[in-house]
């Protein structure tokens, strides 16, 4: 592991990933998506981490690509386009791992999120923005349509408000991010850290293997028509009910037991 991403785990069961990469302004470079992946697919196998957190150093949470990393690539004899194509596939596999992780991820948002980094904030499952912060998919600006990070805006925000950010290039306030249902709220800037530590701490202090199974079903329901929906929530919640601690808690609860 390098220190492109510090990690700490707490008793709580709560794990804090911070994007270390202050001077490209914590770009998912490869050498960062590398590293992301890694920690991810540990923290997929580690049963002890009930929440993760995923943060920015420095300056701001994530600008995207890295754009000088980019460019370097169209020396290749293709004039990059097979390096464009491995670096898109790989880091829309690290946003599908984010999705598929058995752990709610929190977002942890300051100063900025653009392109990939809004993404990447679209992707977590929960977010919290410190005041002041600004969200985009402002590829556009320079010739690139942010298409990648479109799939998980429009998975979170009114389609014709994604359209008009993406053909616009325009930013979102942390304010306009949670009407549109981008970010779950706003705290102040001195508040951001411990916000988001309540939270995902009272994720971990809940049955984890529900959670699981959860979040699980939670991104899987969302593509089916009602009624198969229905019939998988239903298969789903019915294997949570044959859980031993679920049978625990509900016997705990029915005759008022700690």
Known sequence: MSDLILRNDTEAGVTRLVLNSDRNLNALSDGMLAELSAQLDEIAADTTVKAVILAGAGRVFCAGHDLKEMTAKRAANDGGKSGFIDLFQRCSAVMQKI??????????????????????????????????TRFGVNGVNIGLFCSTPMVALTRNIPRKQAFELLTTGEFLNADQAVSLGLINRVVPVEDLQNATMELA??????????????????????????????????????????????????????????
């Not at 300051?110 to 679209?122: D, E, P, S």
């Not at 899987?220 to 625990?248: C, F, H, W």
């Open 99 to 132: 999705t598929t992780l058995p752990q709610p991820v929190i977002s942890e948002v300051h100063n900025i999120a653009t392109a990939a980094g809004c993404q990447l904030v679209a992707t977590c499952d929960l977010a919290i923005a410190a005041e002041g």
């Open 201 to 258: 701490e009272k994720i971990a202090g809940k049955l984890s293997s529900a959670v699981k199974i959860g979040k699980e079903a939670f991104y899987k329901q969302l593509e089916m028509p009602l009624s198969e929906a229905y019939d998988y929530t239903g298969q789903v919640i019915t294997e949570n009910m044959m859980l031993r601690d679920t049978e625990a808690a509900i016997d705990a609860f029915i005759n008022r037991k700690k």
